[in-house]
């Protein structure tokens, strides 16, 4: 915190005994309960508005953390009651401070949750919001429906709710021209059975319909077939004048999005795949993000020229994204979301996705959603009926797994944890493709998996490209280089057959201790041949949005010795496939991966995952991060834990983030 005057400070000031508010934050920061920029907030404030309640310089530094937790707002009637449980400080927490530290917290704290809701409201820092439509007072905080934001997110919030309600109209559309349309593109056989919903063709019939739509299942549920089918049928219903863009919260998802389009585009009846789009690029690009500048080139005065924009592994945005992307579009294109309602939600604040679809395993479909169903199927909709949000009205929930059959354990595990069944050892006995090694014998477990693991990219990396004849120098030139590309995009498939996740960033069983840790097993192995610096094998993770370089936060990169000039390089590959070879001097914000969180693995895939939990229970350790890490594996799942009892606590331990959405 800064120097500077004040005209007045907050009532609670220091006397005796007691701790003044000021020093009770800043205690807050020193022990990382609250972040600096909590603390910070109030005081910068204070120099723009000079506010003496205490109440309301806590309140600001309570909204500003609860935010850096990814919530949009703070519910106040459940503040009044729970604000331990809401703000996850309780008392093992506070241990960290001294006790007459705690006692002032608690003082603090009571007496804000004493006032009342009009009394903070006199404060010129909040402003209570005009409604949907209205403009919002210039004061960094808003009250709206009984709870506290901070107004960017509260202006966001109220952006995609208005962008979405104004979609909520069904489009005019000749039913028989759709319906000849979905079975061109489905097998009549599979989705003409008498009395089944098939709800890849359901999810078709309404999104053709509906303006906004959203698409959820669990892994494998056939979510990018559908979206491939739905384009065709899209373009069939558009005499193929639809421009239609594809795009994924992340450089990671959508390269592996633009790999799965291309092939689901192959799998369409001939001629049916014109028109769509093979390349998905990420939100940031399509949005048009610039360096060191917040707001992007398209919004409401600078429109994307697009009719249908398809967004997938929409549990990775956030609500100021998603307010971004709403903006930027015009009012007639046709918006529809994929993704898995069950996955972690964005690191930035807001569960989108999550907010859209509570509700969604019901159906929840009233009357006039039920109409524009009920043409495309034979099935008994009855039990789906009901009166759910308008965001039920725009979604379909796929229920099926083609990936995952019943002998699957990835799929049957995945389904248990969301369930929030409790699972025994027995469990993963009974499946061929899941195991859990658990207490004194994880350690070595995990050494054997990564040796072995780990061997795959790094032995591949070893062979080096494979030399073809070329017919002049210039032909050679690129031909070194073209092998040179396809041996990285070889090296860098390979590493995909392993990864080690994990849930935290800090301590032995964090990234920190177990990047080094691993390190040092595959160098004992011969594998690697140094464990800290630059060196080949070692795969790293972009940390921060790399404009010069293209390179995006959580892009994975694998240092290799170029076969051209003999020097290390990173190799990534790009969204359209390309290989990019960057000098390792170049790359400043990046960190070793043999470790991974699961924040950070979504949207990625591989052939077989392990997740790491650590020791003690975490707050970040919740159900939703458990089948986020089992949902990322494709053949084989590993869970290691040396404490059996914490996958027990996290499944118990649900993510709950405040929203108004
Ligand atoms: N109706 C269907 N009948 C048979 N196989 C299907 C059907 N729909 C999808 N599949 C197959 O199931 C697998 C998973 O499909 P898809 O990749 O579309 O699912 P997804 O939900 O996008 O998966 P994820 O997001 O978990 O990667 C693919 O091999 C696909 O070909």
Redesign the pocket.
Known sequence: MGEFTVKSTPQHVASGDEISLRGLLQAMVDTRLIRAIDAELPALLHRMAPETRSEVWLLCALVSFQYGRGHTCIPWETFCKHADQLLGIDEGALARLSERQQKAWRTHLRALQEMSSAALLESPWIAASAGEQGVVQEAPLTWSQGRFYLTRLFLAERQVRAAVTARLQPLAFDSDVLQAAIAEVFEPD?VRVQGVIHW?SLACALAAQRPFTIIT?G????????VVRLLAVLQRVRAGQARIQLAAPTGKAAARLTE?IRD?IQELPDGLGHGIPAEVVTLHKLLGARPHRRAFLHNRHNPLQVDVVVVDEASMIDVEMMASLMDALPPQAQVILLG?KDQLASVEAGSVLGDFCAGAERGGYRKETLDLLLPYTTGDLNAFAGAGSDYNQATVM?RES??FGADSGIGQLAGAINRGESVQSDFFERFADIQWFEGTEALDALRKLCVTGYASYLKTMQTGPIAQGASDSADTENTVQRQADIWAKQVLRAHRDFQVLVALRTGPWGISGLNETIADWLNRAGLIAQTHGWYVGRPVIVQRNNYALKLMNGDIGLTVRDPISGSLRVVFEQPDGQIKWVLPSRLADVETVYALTVHKSQGS?FTHTVLVLPDAMNPVLTRELVYTGI?RASHQFTLVTPEARILAQAIQTRVIRSSGL
Do not use: A, M
């Open positions: 599979q890849q299942g892994p494998g549920t056939g979510k990018t077939t559908t799965s689901k898995d796929l083609h990936r895939e949902t």
